[in-house]
Nanobody
Framework: QVQLVQSGGGLVQAGGSLRLPCAPS????????ITWFRQAPGKEREFVAA????????YYADSVKGRFAISRDTAKNTLYLQMNSLKPEDTAVYYC????????????????WGQGTQVTVSS
C-alpha cells in the first residue's frame, strides 16, 4: 500500500509562485506514473501534469504549459509541482496520484492519491 503525503499550497497573489511536494510513504515511486490533478469547486477533477518515474517523461495540460513544471528528486523520492505565473483560475485543490495508467489524464486509472492541498490565487 502506498500513501502519498502532500504539503505546500496556500494563498498567493496572481503572478506569484508556489511549489507542491508529493512523497510516498511505504514504497518508492520507481514503477509509477505520478500525476497532479486539480479540482475547483463545482468542477470535475482535471489533469495538470504527469511524470513517468522510469525515464522521466513529462506531460502537461495546455492550460499550464510554460507556467508549471513537474520534477523529481530521486534521492528524496519526492515529486514536485513548481507553479509560476499563477492565475486566479488556477485556484483549486491539488492532488497527486500514483499508478500505472495507459495514458496519463484519467483519474480512474490511478491507484493511490494524496490528501489534497488547497491553492488559492487572489486577483
Amino acid at each position: 500500500q502506498v500513501q502519498l503525503v502532500q504539503s505546500g499550497g496556500g494563498l498567493v497573489q496572481a503572478g506569484g509562485s508556489l511549489r507542491l511536494p508529493c512523497a510516498p510513504s511505504g514504497r518508492t515511486f520507481s514503477r509509477y506514473t505520478i500525476t497532479w490533478f486539480r479540482q475547483a469547486p463545482g468542477k470535475e477533477r482535471e489533469f495538470v501534469a504527469a511524470l513517468r518515474w522510469f525515464g522521466g517523461s513529462t506531460y502537461y495540460a495546455d492550460s499550464v504549459k510554460g507556467r508549471f513544471a513537474i520534477s523529481r528528486d530521486t534521492a528524496k523520492n519526492t515529486l514536485y509541482l513548481q507553479m509560476n505565473s499563477l492565475k486566479p483560475e488556477d485556484t483549486a485543490v491539488y492532488y497527486c496520484a500514483a499508478g500505472q495508467p495507459r495514458g496519463v489524464g484519467v483519474p480512474d486509472e490511478y491507484d493511490y492519491w494524496g490528501q489534497g492541498t488547497q491553492v488559492t490565487v487572489s486577483s
